[in-house]
């Protein structure tokens, strides 16, 4: 061998990899290669279609007491199994959710003197797939305290991308940037983006339990890596081997119809539900005494303008009963809201109402009309304060029979309050480990006392709902109440955004239905009245909310009757076209008959569409009731006339085709109602 030809041997050596593993997805989509290069350095590999979209990428850990886990690994172990198999959710977008991937496990060892270890387990799909570290049980890594986990995601073509900052001070609650992928800074997930051959890919997490969550920042052009959220003070993560983290996960589609019809795979990698008979969990719709706090014409502290009175909350009742609504959230009903309850949350109550709130009788008044009051924990973050009482406040509940509870973490971004096993109260993230921690608590203990949770400024969903199905639903991110304070509302494009990018991760309780278009002072919503319509199907949650005032209702009774017939609970959900920020159709099937319900929702911009009714049963008439923007020179605009609402009826079949003409700033709301089989 000629010293040259030797040369050229050492350095593909150190350049390429000296072993790799690979798996495919079950129909051949996707593929996965997890490597060891010449550094030893895990990298792994996605293609689909034989195309690159994960070019190699780095795996590893920085680590607070112990050297890096980066270099000098060589793989000593790889197996693959296969799963193809089904589980019903007890609510949800669909009943039946089917889980098919090929799995690759790799074991990871140090060749230097510490022969450390780690695991990495990849499941397959065609539609996307999650990886995740394991740590074994191992002499030298017993206590892993992690300073950064060094995941990359080496995106392969040029993108475009919508993200929201991480790690500022509203938490969740911002506008999505659309830059190229090289202008990210640091993103929350889902980060969504569309390359430039057309393919969608979401980033994103599953089974956050006893970690910090994942944020996404770019390195340098298509290069992105995670930043786990801070600890508090200390490491990121601190955990006892063994233990798994949670699973990185990539959602990868065609189109962006498809990119939200694979997120079940984030409900696939977390384990099945954990609480047995769940049918105490009740998918509902609910009112409250809560747009009138946002408006300011009323309070949620004592005084003349308290809006959680015996009086108020009665009424309130009525108009629930009415209408159908099965819950009455009441904020304010608590003690703490005098005096600056933003500021530290430690003059809460979670068990004493407000003395002009007759707490036990109202429950009684509730539940004589089929209807229960909804309770609500503002904790202002104070997470420590709030333990203290939980066990509490979720027996008070059960006693009373009040099956769900509103949470709110109101406070700047890290603000939480912990409680430390020694003691300390420290400060923390809303997606710290804490957080995940404190969390899953909460879930845990109103799951003893028949409870289901809905948490605001929460933390990120990611697919807990089917481990843990009494937490319901979340906030996290702009909902209806950005419209009722001053600017900037919602931008008209905002839903069809949400849909792609925060609807991803589960459901949300964005509290739609605001049919007078106005917030605080008059202000004008940036929409329709038929769009507030068409957000109770394209934003999914199992409990929706009827966020206006009775009296505004009053005025719309027409389209409020679609609020009254939509159910909040489906057997099957179809996305009929979409484009990210521009406009999203989508129709889900009611679990408890036989009926479809479809949603459309545009931007700034009129947009059409032709969408045909195949989903519909062949050889079964319908009576579509249609409630859409009013066309002409006169129709429906949200600057202009956004009251422009036109409700018909039309018999339909799945033969037919509908054109759905969406007003800028509009939307659309069907109603299949299902004549009786032959
Ligand atoms: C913010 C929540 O988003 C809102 O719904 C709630 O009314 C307030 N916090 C008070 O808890
Ligand atoms: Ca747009």
């Known amino acids: 061998m000629t010293r040259i030809v030797a040369f050229i041997l050492a350095m593909v050596a150190l350049v390429a990899p000296v072993h790799a593993e690979v798996i495919t997805s079950p129909g051949n989509v996707i593929s996965v290669t997890i490597a060891t290069n010449g550094e030893g350095r895990p990298v792994y590999s996605v293609s689909r279609r034989g195309k690159p979209v994960i070019a190699e990428s780095e795996m590893g850990f920085l680590l607070t007491d112990a050297p890096q886990l980066l270099r000098n690994f060589k793989i000593i172990d790889a197996k693959t199994s296969t799963h193809d198999g089904s589980w019903d959710q007890p609510w949800g977008e669909w009943k039946t959710v089917r889980d098919h991937y090929n799995e690759l496990r790799v074991r990871l060892q ?43 995601f080496a995106v392969a073509e040029p993108a475009r991308a919508w993200w929201a900052p991480a790690f500022e001070s509203n938490r969740e609650e911002y506008l999505y940037n659309d830059t190229p992928i090289a202008e990210i800074g640091v993103a929350q997930t889902p980060l969504t983006l569309k390359t430039l051959s057309g393919l969608h890919i979401a980033f994103h997490e599953a089974a956050l339990v006893d970690y910090s969550g994942m944020n996404i920042a770019k390195v340098q052009g298509g290069l992105l890596k995670a930043v786990l959220t801070p600890g508090a003070g200390g490491p990121k993560v601190t955990r006892a081997a063994p233990f798994p983290t949670p699973w990185r996960v990539m959602l990868i589609a065609d189109d962006a119809a498809g990119l939200y019809l694979a997120n079940p795979l984030i409900l696939n990698l977390n384990e099945p539900n954990k609480l047995g008979d769940v049918s ?69 109550s979670f068990t004493e109402p407000y ?39 979720f027996a008070l509940d059960r006693k009373l029979g009040i099956d769900a509870v509103k949470t709110g973490y109101v406070s700047d971004a890290g603000g939480m309050k912990f409680k430390l096993p020694d003691g300390r109260v420290v400060f923390g993230w ?64 905002w839903e069809s955004e949400l849909v792609f990018t925060r609807m991803l991760s589960g459901p949300m309780d964005f509290t739609p239905g605001v049919l007078s278009l106005k917030g605080r002072g008059g202000t004008p919503l940036l929409s329709t009245e038929a769009k507030q319509l068409a957000l109770y199907v394209v934003i999914y949650s199992p409990i929706q909310m009827a966020a206006d005032l009775p009296e505004n209702y009053a005025q719309h009774l027409p389209a409020f009757q679609f609020i009254k017939d939509v159910p909040t609970d489906w057997s099957d959900t179809r996305v009929l076209n979409g484009e990210i920020g521009d406009y999203v159709t989508i129709v889900r099937k009611d679990r408890a008959s036989e009926n479809w319900y479809l949603g459309a929702v545009g931007d700034e911009q009129a947009r059409s569409s032709t969408i045909k009714l195949d989903f519909l049963t062949p050889g079964r008439r319908y009576t579509a009731q249609i409630y859409r923007d009013t066309d002409g020179p006169d129709g429906a605009d949200y600057r202009t006339n956004p009251h422009g609402i036109t409700i018909e009826t039309r018999m339909v079949t799945s033969a037919d085709t509908l054109t759905l003409n969406l007003a800028p700033g509009g939307g659309q709301a069907i109603r299949f109602l299902a004549s009786k089989a032959k």
């Open 110 to 152: 140090e060749t230097s003197t510490l022969h450390r270890m780690f695991d990495v387990v990849f499941r397959v799909y065609d539609n996307g797939l999650g990886f995740r570290y394991e740590f074994p049980d191992q002499p030298n890594l017993k206590t892993v305290n992690i300073a950064e986990e060094l995941t990359q």
């Open 280 to 348: 105490w969990v009740k998918p509902r719709k609910y009112v409250g005494i809560w747009w009138g706090m946002h408006l300011d014409t009323q309070s949620w502290a004592s005084g003349a303008k308290h809006g959680a009175t015996t009086a108020n909350t009665r009424t309130m009742i009525d108009f629930a009963a009415q209408n159908g609504f099965g819950g009455v959230l009441v904020e304010g009903w608590n003690k703490g809201w005098d005096g600056d309850w933003f500021a530290n949350g430690e003059d809460f």
């Open 355 to 393: 003395p002009d709130f007759d707490l036990e009788g109202l429950q009684r008044y509730a539940r004589s009309k089929g209807v229960t009051l909804i309770g609500h924990h503002e904790t202002s973050a104070n997470a420590a304060h709030y333990e203290s009482q939980m066990d509490a406040a």
């Open 430 to 493: 809303h997606e710290g480990q804490l957080s995940a921690q404190h969390h899953l608590r909460v879930v845990e203990v109103a799951a003893r006392n028949h409870v289901t949770v809905d948490p605001h400024e929460p933390i990120k969903d990611t697919g807990l709902r089917r481990t843990y199905p009494n937490w319901v639903s979340r906030e996290g991110q702009r909902g209806m109440e950005y419209n009722a304070w001053g600017v900037p509302k919602n931008p008209p494009q």
